[in-house]
C-alpha cells in the first residue's frame, strides 16, 4: 500500500530522525526496509540524505538549560514563563503550531511536558510559554525560579498546518476559534497570520485571564468577539458567523470536546472550508519513538500523531 502520511519534519532540519536508524520512517520506503524507491514525497530524498550524513540522526533535539527572565502570574493556575535560548531556537519557535519540552532542572526526564510557544521575540532571543497548572508536572515546572530544560523545537502542536503556513494562505477568509489554553498556540498563530491576512477571532476565556490576551495578543485586521461556546445562545451566534462569512478556513485551538462540536458546525455550514485544530493528544517524546501518541485506524493502521499531519482531521470529518 502506498504511503499517504504527511510527516510534519519530513524534509526539514531534523530529517532523517530516529525512524530512520530502525528502518521505521513514515515517509520514505527504503528507510522502511523496502528495496524499491515508491513513496509520495516531492521534496529532497530523505534516503539520499540518510546515506550522504553516515545514516545519522540530522540535528537531534537535545536539552539544555534557558534561564527563566519574567515569571508572572495571570490566576493562581495560569502562568506565563520568558525563557532566554538564543536566536535560532526563538526564530524556528516563531512558527505557527511549535511547542517545546520544559521541566525543571532537577527533574527526572520523565516530567518533561509538552507545552505550546505562544510568543517568540526573535530580536531578544525568547519565547514565552502559558502553564494552565494542573498537577505533578505543570505543578513542577511552576515551581522554577532561575532556569528551566528546554528541548525542541517540535513543530506538530496544529494539525492542518499547512492551512496556516502555506504560501496560498494569503488572501483566504480564516477564522480562529479559542478556548481555555488553546488561547497560547492560538496568539502565536494570530500574531503570524495578522502579517498578511484579515483573521477573525473567536475566544472563550473560560480558564484563561484578560490580561494574557491584552498582554501578547497583537493588532491586526478582523473581528474579535467574545464567546461562551458551551452556550447554545452563543453556538447559534458561531453557526451564523459561520453562514455569514463563508470562511475558506477554520482553526479550533481548544480541547477535543469542543474540536469536535465546532468541526461539525463547520462540516453542516461551510463543508467545503479546510480545518486547523490543536493537537491535543498525550505526546511523550515528540519524536515518534515512545509510542504514547499512537492512534490506530479501523484499517489497523498506527499512526503517531507527534509527526503525523492529516490523519486525525478525517475523523472530524
Ligand atoms: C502539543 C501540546 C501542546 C501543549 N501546550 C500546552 C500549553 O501551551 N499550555 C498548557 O498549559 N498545556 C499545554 N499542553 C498540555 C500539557 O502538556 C498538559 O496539561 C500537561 O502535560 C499536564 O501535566 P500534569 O502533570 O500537570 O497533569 P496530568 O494530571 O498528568 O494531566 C492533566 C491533563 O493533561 C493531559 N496530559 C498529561 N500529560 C500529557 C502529555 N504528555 N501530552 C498531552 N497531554 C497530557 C492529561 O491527559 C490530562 O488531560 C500541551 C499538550 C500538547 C500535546
Ligand atoms: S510522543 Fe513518542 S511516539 Fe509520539
Redesign the pocket.
Known amino acids: 500500500m502506498k504511503n499517504s502520511i504527511d510527516c510534519v519534519d519530513a524534509g526539514s532540519e531534523n530529517c532523517p530522525c530516529y525512524l530512520a536508524l530502525t528502518d521505521d520512517c513514515l515517509i520514505c520506503s527504503r528507510l522502511q526496509g523496502k528495496d524499491c524507491c515508491d513513496c509520495n514525497w516531492k521534496g529532497v530524498c530523505i534516503y539520499n540524505e540518510f546515506i550522504q550524513g553516515n545514516k545519522r540522526v540530522n540535528n537531534p533535539r537535545k536539552d539544555f538549560p534557558a534561564e527563566i527572565v519574567k515569571k508572572k502570574y495571570y490566576l493562581d493556575d495560569l502562568v506565563a514563563i520568558t525563557l532566554q535560548v538564543g536566536k535560532g531556537f526563538a526564530l524556528k519557535a516563531s512558527r505557527p503550531g511549535s511547542?517545546i519540552f520544559l521541566r525543571k532542572e532537577d527533574s527526572e526526564n520523565f516530567?518533561e511536558?509538552?507545552?505550546?510557544?505562544?510568543a517568540a521575540d526573535i530580536e531578544k532571543e525568547q519565547v514565552t510559554?502559558?502553564?494552565?497548572?494542573?498537577?505533578?508536572?505543570?505543578?513542577?515546572i511552576v515551581e522554577a525560579e532561575d532556569r528551566l530544560m528546554v528541548r525542541g523545537v517540535?513543530r506538530?502542536?496544529i494539525l492542518g498546518i499547512n492551512e496556516i503556513t502555506d504560501r496560498d494562505v494569503k488572501g483566504k477568509k480564516i477564522l480562529m476559534v479559542v478556548k481555555g489554553?488553546g488561547l497560547?498556540?492560538a496568539m502565536l498563530t494570530a500574531n503570524y497570520l495578522w502579517l498578511k491576512n484579515r483573521v477573525d477571532l473567536v475566544i472563550d476565556r473560560e480558564k484563561v485571564s484578560e490580561d494574557l490576551i491584552a498582554d501578547y495578543l497583537g493588532e491586526g485586521e478582523g473581528i474579535i468577539k467574545y464567546m461562551n461556546l458551551a452556550d447554545q445562545i452563543d453556538q447559534k451566534e458561531l453557526k451564523d458567523l459561520l453562514i455569514r462569512e463563508n470562511y475558506d478556513t477554520v482553526i479550533i485551538l481548544a480541547s477535543d470536546h469542543f474540536i469536535k462540536l465546532i468541526a461539525k458546525m463547520v462540516k453542516d455550514t461551510i463543508p467545503q472550508a479546510k480545518l486547523a485544530v490543536?493537537?491535543?493528544?498525550?505526546?511523550?517524546c515528540g519524536e515518534g519513538v515512545c509510542g504514547?501518541?499512537s492512534v490506530v485506524n479501523s484499517k489497523g493502521q498506527t499512526f503517531k500523531m507527534?509527526k503525523c499531519q492529516n490523519v486525525y482531521l478525517g475523523d472530524l470529518l
Do not use: H, R
Open positions: 511547542y516530567y511536558t509538552p507545552l505550546c510557544v505562544m510559554i502559558a502553564i494552565k497548572v494542573i498537577s505533578s508536572k505543570t505543578k513542577t517540535y506538530n502542536g489554553i497560547a498556540p490543536s493537537n491535543n493528544f498525550n505526546i511523550c504514547a501518541c507527534c
